[in-house]
């Protein structure tokens, strides 16, 4: 069945999220109240809800996208070529930039949005967000009233689980597995609201989620058995 989806038709996307405010203290107070009972159930007695701010990027009411980050294949005749670009800065300036993409070169009922654990994180995520800066929904987010084989999104952490739902698979594990350069190369998620706020380096987080889209390009590659892309075939262009 993936060998049957045509890889141009795929716009294959991850996103970095960190907590909206740096520390807890800027929240507004019924905000503190409202975080310390959504977390209360993940964070148990171990941490207190200010010790646990520093994990509220996980949640899209707590949180907000740095930059989102995506890839396509493109092709001329047999050469083919994998090409990323980022949209980052103010996230509702990067919303609307990445639903003005997908409006105008992925919006086609055969197009694709592809992601890691994407169906669970990424795209309830973008939707969310968009909703509450009061962005409307491009019609690939939209799923209001559409059936499960109507909805426009490929999982490769679906593809991997085979039907089996207690089942979870890191990308990184993944990529291991499927012997795949790991793109986890400099950082990893739990670093990205440190790097953000911290080190204020977001060209940091944005290689490192660029890295994760080649990746989830790679895997749909092996779960297709086709040859891997080599570093000539992979570029980074700018925001058509």
Known sequence: MIKKIALRNLLFLDIETVPENAT???????????????????????????????????????????CISVGYFAFQGEKRTFRTTTFCGEEKELLTAFKGLIERHFGRPQHLLCAHNG?????????????????????KLN?????PWEVPHLDTLELWKFGDHKHYTSLKLLCNVL?????????????????????????RIVSYCERDVVAIAQVILRLRQEPLLESDEIMHVEIP
């Open 24 to 66: 807890f203290a800027e929240l507004s107070e019924e905000k503190q109240k409202l975080w310390e009972a959504k977390s209360q159930y993940q964070r148990k007695e171990e941490f207190s809800p200010e010790e646990f701010y520093d994990r509220a990027g996980i949640w899209a009411e707590f949180g907000k996208i740095v």
């Open 119 to 139: 169906k669970e994180f990424d795209f309830p995520y973008i939707a969310r967000r968009m909703l509450i800066h009061n962005i409307e929904l491009p019609n």
């Open 143 to 147: 799923l209001f009233g559409k059936k």
């Open 179 to 203: 012997g795949i350069p790991s793109p986890k190369e400099d950082i990893d998620g739990s670093q990205v609201c440190k790097v953000f706020y911290e080190e204020g380096d977001l060209s």
